[in-house]
């Protein structure tokens, strides 16, 4: 039997976050209508949730990995006016190579 059988790639999950330490700043774009891009970080204390999941995400990192980043946006096109409150989809997967330390969407 010439079957090759491949396994999943294992999921983990490292944490959740609900505010940034620096909040996002998008210029205006309100006369010329042209996207404009904004670029932060995060950073997760203790990933994975628990002593085993922490120990889990320290064997993992040492392997080239896909980490994939989802979730909701929630923003003011306003600063500091709730009124009109707006919210977009967030999913990028990024391909992570700690050996070389390359990091490729």
Known sequence: NGTVTTAADPAEYLGSFYHFDE???????????TP?????????????????????????????????TRGILKYNTIPYFAIYPQSTAICD???????????VD
């Open 23 to 33: 909040p996002l700043s998008f210029p205006s774009t309100f006369m010329t209508g």
């Open 36 to 68: 404009t891009r904004a670029i932060s970080q995060i950073r997760i204390k203790s990933p994975g949730a628990d002593k085993s999941g922490s120990e889990r995400w320290s064997r993992m990192i040492r392997y080239p990995y896909g980490l994939v």
């Open 93 to 103: 997967v990024a391909h992570v190579d700690p050996t070389t330390g390359t990091v």
